[in-house]
């Protein structure tokens, strides 16, 4: 299987100086599926210049921002079903496949985050 959620902690510091005020928790939604095409070789099937793209943003993606536009999840945040991108891909392309596990937000201390995943 090549779809999985990826969670990145952000800081206002270091790489991301200038960009963020605050900082918090992300998670991405990603497909990694891989096609082979014999004069390109290898490429990720749903990505951007792919002929199976979605250019309207709504079937599957490479990578897709959980709750994008939301901003930051933070410390006592639930990423749980119903968030938007926080499902699986159904064989029509939506994201309407529940994933099973919620994820909590922990404390943040000198530079860690904590979760937990709970499976549903």
Request: with cysteine; aromatic share 18%.
């Amino acid at each position: 299987m090549t779809e999985y959620f990826l969670v990145d902690y952000v800081t206002p510091e270091g790489n991301y100086e200038g960009f963020f005020e605050e900082g918090g928790i992300r998670m991405y939604h990603i497909d990694a599926d891989m096609s082979e095409d014999k004069y390109a070789g290898n490429f990720f099937t749903y990505e951007g210049f792919s002929q199976f793209y979605d250019t309207s943003y709504q079937g599957k993606r490479v990578i897709r921002l959980v709750n994008d536009g939301a901003g930051f999840y933070h410390p006592n945040d639930v990423i749980e079903s119903g968030e938007p991108g926080f499902a699986w891909y159904a064989e029509d392309a939506t994201e309407t496949e529940e994933s099973g596990f919620s994820l909590t937000v922990g404390a943040i201390v000198d530079g860690k985050c904590e979760v937990t995943v709970d499976w549903n």
